[in-house]
């Protein structure tokens, strides 16, 4: 674990021109947000769709007050993550209403959302993407599809080694004209791709530690 006082001396150098951010999939205080942003976190990112398998995917509900604890702080810039719910096991809704939930959301509320993240990964929780590998990747492209129909703008969250153990191959290519955030957790701050997958030679953000002070983000850079 780092401080957020020794991340803050490496955004020096190219970092600085980086966007920084935080993501958190549990509710944020205005208070621990409020000393993120003056460590130069500008970025405030949320869990917008859970897969909450036994309900069959749903609206995260720390979504909207996690939102409005980032606004409080002065936050102005917003992402949103889709954890979809999928998996065998699971009486998962179609992926289109799991998509549309999270839309009707952002827009009954009025949540200022730059981009939404579709998240590619497996748990232990729900056991997502548990089919074969041939099967996962025609679900994923189904997610894929109900997130585009809604012309907002979204990007793919995973890692080389989620790609791999999900689709069977990094070189399974999903949706590689949108942007992508990728994990790993090296505390680098840069946004070297040194393992490419899924079709991309670049990244848009890299989430490079799951450790923060507060012990209630991730944190990530982004190229914008």
């Known amino acids: 674990m780092r401080p957020f006082a020794t991340i803050v001396l490496a955004f020096a150098g190219a970092a ?5 951010a935080v993501d958190s999939s549990a509710e944020v205080s205005v208070d621990t947000y409020k000393k993120a942003l003056g460590q130069g976190f ?40 889709l954890f979809p719910c999928t998996g065998s096991g699971n009486k998962c809704k179609p992926y289109d209403k799991q998509v549309g939930e999270l839309v009707d959301a952002i827009r009954k509320d009025r949540m200022n959302i730059r981009r939404i993240w579709v998240d590619f990964e497996k748990n232990k929780v729900c056991n997502p993407f548990n089919w074969d590998a041939k099967r996962n990747q025609y679900e994923a492209k189904k997610i894929i599809d109900a997130v585009r129909a809604t012309k907002l703008d979204f990007g793919v969250y995973s890692s080389a ?12 290519v999903l949706a590689k004209d949108v942007p992508l955030w990728f994990a790993k957790f090296d505390n680098v701050e840069t946004l070297d791709l040194a ?14 530690t799951d450790q923060s002070a507060s012990k209630r983000f991730d944190l990530s850079v982004f190229s914008i």
């Open 42 to 81: 500008t970025r405030a990112i949320f869990r917008g769709y859970q897969e909450a398998c036994s309900l069959g995917g749903r609206v995260d509900p720390t979504f909207l007050p996690s939102y409005k604890n980032a606004v409080t702080t002065d936050y102005k810039d917003f992402d949103a993550y």
């Open 16 to 20: 600085s021109a980086l966007t920084h």
């Open 161 to 172: 080694a989620q790609w791999e153990a999900i689709f069977g191959s990094r070189d399974f």
């Open 195 to 208: 393992t490419p997958f899924g079709g991309w030679t670049k990244a848009d953000a890299k989430q490079y």
